[in-house]
Every structure is written in structure tokens, then in C-alpha cells.
């Protein structure tokens, strides 16, 4: 074995719980405390206890809290070592009871340690995955570093799953690229966290980045697309904004939709929601009792963004339909992925230092690369037909 | 030219709206009334005028309407002619404003005209094609024949189009094959109705059918999968019925989601609704507040329907956090599409002369391949890992 | 641990070599002999050693070879226990090295081992897996056991690697599951083992089964696609045929091949060879000279099956360019891959019992699933424009 | 109509044969002469007559030939209208059957008529559109405008066919944008020449460009990747080299290969060959009597250029086996398909100007954006495991 001394680059995971530390509990998955580290242990892919006693590894890190979190990947090929210490939170949670407040604790966790770590993973259920990531991507503001959300969709205890290899492939990631974004791993693709949405509930691949190619493909080999990478352009000091507006929600139109739902869903303290709408962004334009309450509530200050319920595609104006929002005082929501556009919300709402338009201006702008802006002027299309 | 006689096939069309026929208007796409039919004439491919005067087929089929309205492709390779005929609603709707009111239109056109046709194409508007082909499905009982939405991005009057092709596969398919479902044709696909989704706002391939293979590929050949065509093993008179609940509503989940939000929106008239919930039919199990206002709509009598907002999958009852709201009275959705669980939830509410065991028992089934309802007696899946 | 008494199944697992195996050796890579089974005893998702030990398993198996290649999955979740025994071959091949006497070599491994197992695993490497598997398919008459080959695209030695899952995989199903063919598994799907190619040298996603879906889908949950799965309706005993007849070859068409290159490569002994040819089965019918060598050739006996060099899709006879080689007296290869037309072609050019018509016919039956034989008759299909 | 002045573009469509212009003759498709034209004056997506009349188009054109051969499309939505003169071949070519000859006939015609044009359109069979794309692109130095092939998987003259729409889009494309590439427009993909390869005989989307994403995309709208689009920097005079060497050939390995085959197929006049290898490039490396006859051709003066028979992926220096390979001379073909290596070679072995190892050298470079060449130095490539 070659304990020589090498590169170590050092990542914080993050456990908030979710399916990739769950056990069967009467036939019905819960998360299970203080046993997820123990297994690790056991993977030889996942940890080198020779390496870490060889080189005195704990008590180098004896900061960092108790020994037995930090553990020690094997050998990479370019002759490096990731140490990454785990950080459980108590209790873990399946992510559909993940609010604000706890994006908020992962924020300043991020925060606190910022300094010490080469990178983060934030281990996450997949059914609010896509929602942490979008928050955090707005939360983390002048990010240099990659914080990198997975899980898993079958439980590290099970003999087939994908949590080994979800976990495996964040880490020597977050340990070896300097990807300046909230990122998300899963099944071999690294996308950026506020492009994403969860598209299957029983596949291994269970997520989708519709609007944007993925930043990184981890197959026999690592690629990463430099090219769709963010790079903010800035040498302002990182910090993380954990003020988010909660009164804002989210609304799909149908068929049949009343304006008594409508108005009840809006009425107060509700400040801000996205409209999940038909296709390019289109409303019902025959219904002036529904656009009389879209209207009532813009002028009331309530913040509309028109996102499309649509897996893939833009807002547009072609359509009279889609126009009618627009002149009702809502918001286009571009190519946001409908998750994206409620953080998005969430985070400019809390802004109290800014007045309503400039809220809009800021809702109207590409702050973390969750959408495409320039939809009239893009140059690179033509339509034609 | 080639007119001699040959099998006839008569399919009736009916143009509801929609993108198909619309033109630009300031730039704005809007319908266009009375001009769709005359651009059809023109288009050798929809219409062959010669074996129209050869063969006097005005004067035959001069009891359908104005005898403009009649048209006749090409002669087909089983030597068939499909002889059409185009009905055109006044006005004419962007799909975005179509009703419960218009669903009932349609069914009752197709109720009225259906032993003199041999299939049925609707053109609609893409927006909310997938609502009104789910609500299609349910509302026609015992169906023998084909009914075939179809519609398209980009309007015909355009040079590139795709409606073009989308009118000729569904013509092709409604005129020759025996396939007695509501169906979605679109892109070269032949869908079940009721298990499709709008995926895409800017591509020709808009629709997905995320838990059922199509019904057919129509490429270089046109292959039906009969293995997949619904078999209703019914000999029950054809009939429409056209009942359908408007009380009923599509609520999806996100975290921080409020107690009132979920009040308001649940609150009388509503009646039954959708809940999209998270993964495999997630919801919050430590938000007691949430849970209880489950609890008391249920004990009110709202029915309510849990399905995922994932595009693929299906609800199951493998979490606590998914065993949480089955406890609260929810009914299990399934595989369905939210486009699905919403129509069938608006049929069964009509029907008055069922009590509220009666009508949840009816939702648990699967009553036009709809969904997959034997999740956990499924004998070909071995849950294993 | 629960070490109670439950049904076993085993596996035999034949060794023969490929990248899931291999180390590097001065920057290449190469088969490593006698490490393989070392390195799976020391991964608990592959190997029990506490349940080994308390029940006694290795004196129960000890006719089975040396006790440490056997080894037992940890408790799957039907109350089963699957036992595998590893037997490898020497040398340890790299597939490119494989020939028709390492075919042999396996295909009697298997008949003399049938009884005793209840399935087998075949460890291959993936550059020539696809020829294997189809020529196996072949071999194996009256199979009724599952007969699995998988590999991985990285060796089990490195961090992130492939072939733990495809190995895990594989056990499973071979050890639960009566599919009664010669399968492939690879990256989460099991195909039939004459329908694939290799089409990605880069990801872990390798192979392709482009004309026939996949047997079955290993996501959250193992799902078999019955209606797919070979039944031979046969009572007939198991038997392996490792005569292959070697003089066959496979010739690429491309725009300029010279009559001199054609007849070269038809020189004797060549007995049969596969022609991959463009698109639907076509091939120049202005080159006199060319096709006067076909007809040469098949007059001296040799067989020839038009295949397309199109990954997907199936010969036909609607073009000129095809017909043309029908009559220079080609078999139509159908939807077969030319790997699968390889061995077959091998397999019943070895028939020294049948004559030449006999062969021929054959040929174009169906023996294995490995082509759909009955195009023109396709009652499913109506080729319609 | 609107007939005001407007700019015009002008775009060469040379129409060579293939499928899209193919009739029926006793249940057989052949090319049918002098009536590709007269059906598409009949279309009025593909030609406005009144414009032509009203604007005096044809006498302003009359010396481009017989005036029935130059057609005008519909105004575009950029107020341009595309002018395109039909250049019919005779006779009309099924693509099987196309040679070097006609090759450099259509690479002459681009030459001649350069100028007066604004881009160019290559009607062709789709059976060998990839090797004419990929011929074509090397043939022509210095390229400063669109060329563009594209054809059908169905006759213009059938009811449903993809003729009507390639041709629109690939005229549209060539007429409004500065593309300086050999392109293949197929079922709404642009791609470029030399990348793709027919992966679907039955299907409309029969072209797959396996390692470059297409370089336009046209949905709803066309959206132009203009990153991927090929910048030559170059200020030289567009011009056709028509010399292509011919003793050049394709020969696709498989187990059992002998080497009696492979000394035939090397034999004179052969002058290189590309070799399709298994995987990342490897070969047999325990064969030496197929190395020994590799040697002899590399050292008789025979080129041999290595390229992988999977789909998709590149030859690398991974494996022992294919290290054998290059160190029996042959030359890393890196990503390119069969079809590009083999015109790229007949391309290179012409020119007589140039010593062996210059000619290896020119082999080993990037000239059209055929490869990646650079595999070992990718920066942005990290293999870790």
C-alpha cells in the first residue's frame, strides 16, 4: 500500500438524511441516526482506515470533531486523497419535511466552515432535492467553491443501490474541481442546481435538467463542460443570505381553475407566487373574472412569475393568450424551472431593502444561471417558418 | 389518375381551435375562422379535387353540410380512400380557454355523428390537449371506434409546420384502424389519450407518455403495438356521458407549503382534487397542521387523489412520509398523469347515484387504461436489492 | 444477522476475463489472474463471509472446488440466498482474444455443469461479449436456465467502477429468475444475448439492443418483460453444440469497393460470410462486376446474408439495389445484428448433416429470437403514406 | 399577396437521385428522371408562382438554365425570399450506387457555380449520404458557404414522407445562414458532414452524428449552435481537390478473423484501409500471424488507420490490445466515424505531393473538424476511478 505523502483536498458532507441513510422500519422506509458514518467505514471504496492510521490522518483533523466522521477516500489518479469529515444532522429528515429554515441551517453550516473545505455535499432526499438546490443556489452568494447535493433512490443498506456510487462520484468532484456552484449529482451527471427537477420516482436516473445540458457527465472518464460552467465575475467576499420570504407558492392552472380559487389561494399574507401556466406561458384570455383577480393581486403588490407547467420549454408573448398575463402585471419566468422560480421568489421577496420594481428588475434578471433572459434578442435563433 | 372505385372510409373531423389554424395578428397568434378548410383544398396531400368531381362525391355526400367542408385524400396503398369531413366550432378556442362546457360539446358531437363515421379527428389546441383527451377517455363509454386528438406547434399557413403531418398520421390511422380509445396523435406517435403530457413548448416532439409505450409509430411503416390497444370486452351500446363535476381542483406540493394555503384552496365548493405530491406520493408526516386539514376535507366529504408531480413513476406506499396522507384518507393515484386523476376525479363526482365508498372504489380502478392499479399484487416485479 | 434457514440458489460464475478484472500494467491494462475472487470476498454487498461461516456453507459446497470461490449474497429480500461459484478460466482472456475454441470452452462448462446450477454468469470482457452471447445463443439447445454474460467498461479494482452492479445484477437475476436464454446484462438492463452490440467505448452504458427491448429493467425495482422472454415450447434435453463451422466473415460494403476486393475476400475456404450492406439491404446494381462475384460465389457454394450496416432497422426488398442482391442469391438477414448473423451463420454451416437448401432454410428461420423472420407477412404493419 | 422587393438569396440544389425522388416500378423504387421539379411547382410551401410571375423572376434568372428549374419559396419571416435552381443529374442515382466519379462531379458543380450562389443543396440517397458528406467536406478547401446534403427515408410523391420538410429546412438553412461547412440536414437536425453515420433504416430520424451534438436544431424555431460551427481562419480562395485515391478499403474485425483474409484484403493495389477495431481500438494482440500481416502492409507502404466499430466513443491507448496495434504502425482514428476515416484517406493518399510520413501526419490532424484530435492532452478530461 502507498501511504506516501500526497495532495489531500478536503470536502464537508453535509447528512441532512433522505433515502441514501434509510432503513425498513415495518416495511415502510425511515431515516436511521448514528449508523450512516458506521457503514461508510465498511466500504473499502469509500474509506482507507490503513491510509488514515499510516499517516496519523485523525488526529491531524481531531478539530473537526469526533475521529470516527472523517474518513478517507483511496488513491486518485492524479495522486490525491480526499478527506472528507461528516457532519450529521440531528434529526435527519426525509426532504418532503425539509421548510426554509432548514435550507437556512445548511446555509450557514456552508458558512461556518467555508474557510477549511475544498468542497461540500450535501446529502439530501430526492423528493425536495431539486428545491434545497435552487435555494441554496440563491442563498450562496459569491460562491467559489462547488457544493454538490446527491442521495439516493434505494438506501446505502441495500445490497443493489445507488447511493455508493452517487456519493463517490460528489465527493471526487467537490474534492477535485473548482465549480464555483449549488450543483447536483446523480446517476453519473453533475447539473447545475437550479436547472433541475425530479422526473422519475423509480428509476436510478432520476433527474432531469431540461433547459440546460449537463455541466459534467461521469462516465469511464470524468468530463466536465467548462463552456456551461458559471463564473459569477467576482472577487466579492462569499456569504450566504438566509433571509427567504415564505408567503409564496405555487399555483397550476387547469381547466376549469375558479376565480374563487384563485382568490382564495392569493388572499393575504401570500406575497409573491408562481403561476404555473400552459405551454409558452398561456392563461385562459376569455376569463376577465380570473384575470380580474391575477390583477387585483399585482396591484395589491403580490409578485406573479409565469412559468410554464411544461417539463421543457420557454415563456414567450407569442401567444394572445400568454399576453393577457403579461398585461395583467405577471412576471415572465423565462426557461426557470418552476422549483427555481419559487426560491427565486423566496429570496428576492426577503430583499426589504429594495422597492417593488427593483424586485421585478431582479425577478426579470439571470442571477445564478436559472434561466436564459434574452429571449427576444437571442441572436443565435431565427425564427422562420 | 386513378378513380376507380375503391373502399371508403369517412372520418369526421372536428376543429375545436388551436395553434393548427391560428395566424398572426400584431404579432400575436390568435384563431382564424372560415379559413382553415380553404387552406386544405389547396394542399394536394389532404385533398384530391379530381376524384372529388370524378366520382360526384359532393352529391353523395351532399347531406353532411356544405359540400366545401367534404374533402378526400390520396388514394391510400390498401387501395381506401379517406373521404372527410371538416366541422368547425364558432367560435373557435385557443385550447387555454377550453371548459368542462366544451368537453361536453365535443362528446355530444361525437355522440351524434358516430354510426355514419368510421373515426373521429379533434384538432385542438396543444395547451390543454392532454386535459381534454383524459376528460375524452372517461366521458365516452363503450367505445368502438377511434377518436383521435391531434393539433400542432407551429400553425399550417407557416412554410415549416408541423400540422400538416399531424392531420394526415391521424386521418391515416382514424380511417383504417380499429383502435377503440381516445387517443393523442402527434409527431409520428399514436398515444393513449389519458396517459399524455405536454413536455415541450418549442419542440414538434411536444407530447410524452411517461408510463405507457405509444400506441404506434407512424415512420417509414405505420406499426400498431396491439399488445398495448385497451380491449373494453364490452358489447354496451356506445354513449357520452357528459356529467362532469366542476368542484374539483389541482394542488401541488412545495415545501412551505401553509396550512391556509391548503385550507383556502380546499374549502367548499371544492369537492375532490389532485394532490401532486413529491416522488413516489410524498407529503410532509411532521406537519401536523397540514395533515389535519387532510383529515378534516376527507371527513367533509372532499375526495382527494394523491398523485406524483414527478413526469414518471408512480405513487406507492414505501415511505412513511407517502403512508402519512394514505392515513389521512387519500386514494392512491397511482400511475396516473395529474391531467388523468383530474378528469376522472370530474366523472366520478357526477355521478349522483353513487355514494362516497362507491365513487372511491371507482377511482381505485382502472377504467380506460388509465393507470396500472395492481401495484402491489404486480407478479412481474420483484422488488430486490 | 439473521442466519436462520432459507431457500438457496446457485450460480455458477464462469471467469473468463475482460476489463472487469483487469489491472494496470504500465499504463495498460491486462487480465490479472487469481485476484478476482479475493476482491469480492473483502465487499459485503458481495459476499456474507458471517453466513458462510454459521452455516457451515463452505463444507456443504466443498465438491464445488477450492471453498474460497464460493462465496453467498447477503439475505435478498424474498427470503433468498444466493450461493455463487466462481470458476476461472487460464489464461484470463481479453475478449479481443477470444475465438471460436474459447466459445466451445464455455459452452461445455455450461452442459457439464447444468444440472447443479440453477443459473450461470458469464464474466467477459465487452469488445467481442456480443459475439460470445450470440454465438452461446446458438449453441445452447433446449436451454432452460438463464445463462447471463455482463462485464464492466472499468475494472472492479478502481474507485468508481461498473462491475460490482453489473456483477450484482446478474447473480440476481440468474439466481431468481426462469428466463431460459442466453442474456446479456449491462449498466441497470437485461437484453437478449443476440440482439446486442457493443455502441459506446466510453460509457458505462455500452451496449444496445437496437430492433427488441430490453428482457428486463433492474431500477428501484427489478421489472421482467414476460411477454418477451423466449419460450421455446420444448421438452427436448439440454445440449450444447460447439461445432462451428470457422470459414465465415464479415464484409462491410463501402462506395468504391473494388470486384477485386470482394473476390479476395470470398476466396476459398470461405464458406459464408455476412455482407453488411447500405440501409434496407441495398448494394450497387450497375456494378456488373461486383455482383458477378456474389453470384460467383454463391454458385461455389458459399452462403451470403444481407445485413444492414445500420445499427437499427431491418433488410427488406422494396429498393432496386436490394432486389439485385436477392437474386445474385443472398439470404435476407432481416433485423439481425451482423454479430448474431456471424454465429449463426457458423453455427448451421456446421449442420455437415444438412445440404445446402436445408442450410439456407434455416438460415431464415427464427431459431433463438434472434430476428423477427416474417416481414412481408407482418399482419401488424400497414405501410401507408 | 405581398410581392414588394425584398432581399433574395440564391440557393444551388444539386439533385443527384436517392429515395426522395423515387417512384414505384413493379414494387420496387427507382429513381424517376424529369419530375422532381414539376412536383415540387405544384407545392406551395416549396414555390410561389405568383411571386415568380409578378416579379419577372424568371426572365431575371434565364441564364441559369431552362426557367421550369428555378423556383422561389414563400416569404420568410426575415422578409427574405429564397430564389433555388433545381440541377438535375442524369441519370438519376439510387445512392448505392454513387462512386468516386460522382463524388468529384458534384464537388465540380459546387466549384463552378460558387459564386453566383449562396448556398448549396446535395439531394441524395440516404444509403451513402454519410461517405458523400464526409467525401465532400475534405474535398472542399477552404469552404466559405453552406453545403448542405439532405434526402428521405420516403418519395416526395408518397402521402406521408419526410421529403417535403428536409428540403424546406435544408433551403432555409442555406439561404440565411453563413455556415462554411459540408453539412446533413435529416428530421429537423443539422449536423455536420463528416460526423454522422445512418443508424435507421426504417425510421424518419435515420442519421446520428454519435460524438458531436448537430449544429442546429429546427423546432418551433431554428436554433443555431454556433459555438460547435466550424471557423477554418482562413482568407484563401475556395477550391474542389477531385483527387481521391481509390485502393482504399473498410475491413471490420470479428472473432475468428484470419489471417488469410486479412492478407488478401491488404493485398495490392490496396493502398490503406481503415481497420474497425473493437472498443477503444484493440485487436487481437496474442494473433501474430495477423499482427505479422499488419506489419508487412504498414511496411509495404500500406496506411492503416484505426477506428472503432461501437457507434460512439474514440480509439485510445488504454489496452494492451490495442497498443499491439499501433505498435504495428497503424494511426489512431480517434473519434471519427468509418465513413469519415475512409474518404479522409482516399483523400490524403491522393495527394501525391506529400512523403509517407507527411501524409501520417496530415491523417493524425483535425482539418475539417472530422475528430477530435487532441485525446491524451484534453485538459478538461480527468480519468479518475
Not at 464537508?12 to 436511521?32: A, R
Not at 384570455?285 to 411544461?310: K, P, S, Y
Not at 403579461?326 to 427565486?344: F, I
Not at 426589504?352 to 434574452?374: H, P
Amino acid at each position: 500500500l502507498d501511504v506516501s505523502p500526497c495532495a489531500e483536498a478536503r470536502v464537508l458532507v453535509i447528512n441532512t438524511g433522505g433515502t441514501i441513510g434509510m432503513m425498513y422500519h415495518n416495511n415502510v422506509l425511515s431515516p436511521e441516526p448514528n449508523a450512516f458514518v458506521k457503514a461508510l467505514r465498511k466500504l473499502p471504496i469509500l474509506h482507507d482506515e490503513q491510509y488514515a492510521l499510516q499517516t496519523r490522518m485523525y488526529d491531524y483533523y481531531s478539530t473537526s470533531g469526533p475521529q470516527e466522521n472523517t474518513l478517507v477516500l483511496p488513491l486518485c489518479k492524479q495522486n490525491k486523497r480526499i478527506v472528507y469529515t461528516v457532519l450529521e444532522y440531528s434529526p435527519l429528515l426525509d426532504s418532503c419535511n425539509m421548510t426554509t429554515d432548514d435550507w437556512a441551517t445548511i446555509g450557514k453550516d456552508i458558512e461556518k466552515h467555508y474557510e477549511k473545505y475544498d468542497g461540500f455535499v450535501i446529502l439530501h432526499g430526492t423528493d425536495t432535492m431539486a428545491y434545497t438546490a435552487s435555494a441554496l443556489s440563491f442563498m450562496c452568494e459569491h460562491l467559489g467553491k462547488p457544493v454538490i447535493l446527491t442521495g439516493s433512490q434505494v438506501p446505502i443498506y441495500e445490497m443493489r443501490n445507488d447511493g455508493r456510487d452517487n456519493l463517490l462520484g460528489a465527493l471526487l468532484i467537490a474534492g477535485q474541481f473548482v465549480i464555483p456552484e449549488v450543483c447536483l449529482y446523480f446517476h453519473n451527471k453533475l447539473y447545475r442546481g437550479n436547472r433541475v427537477t425530479k422526473v422519475d420516482s423509480g428509476s436510478f436516473n432520476a433527474f432531469n435538467s431540461p433547459n440546460l445540458a449537463p455541466l459534467a457527465n461521469a462516465e469511464v472518464d470524468i468530463k466536465i463542460n467548462w463552456d456551461t460552467v458559471w463564473r459569477a465575475n467576482t472577487t466579492s467576499r462569499f456569504r450566504v443570505s438566509t433571509q427567504m420570504n415564505r408567503n409564496v407558492g405555487l399555483l397550476r392552472l387547469f381547466p376549469g381553475i375558479t376565480a374563487m380559487t384563485v382568490k382564495s389561494f392569493l388572499q393575504a399574507p401570500m406575497e409573491g407566487i408562481v403561476l404555473e401556466t400552459y405551454g409558452s406561458g398561456n392563461a385562459p384570455d376569455n376569463r376577465a373574472d380570473l384575470l380580474e383577480e391575477f390583477r387585483n393581486a399585482t396591484e395589491r403588490g403580490v409578485i406573479m412569475v409565469n412559468c410554464t407547467q411544461c417539463l421543457r420549454g420557454s415563456v414567450t408573448t407569442s401567444y394572445a393568450t400568454g399576453k393577457a398575463l403579461s398585461d395583467a402585471g405577471l412576471v415572465a419566468g423565462c426557461d426557470m424551472t418552476p422549483e427555481a422560480a419559487l426560491c427565486k421568489l423566496s429570496y428576492v421577496l426577503a430583499r426589504t431593502d429594495l422597492n417593488k420594481e427593483a424586485k421585478i428588475k431582479m425577478l426579470s434578471q439571470n442571477l445564478r444561471g436559472e434561466m436564459i433572459a434574452d429571449l427576444q434578442g437571442a441572436k443565435l435563433t431565427l425564427s422562420d417558418s
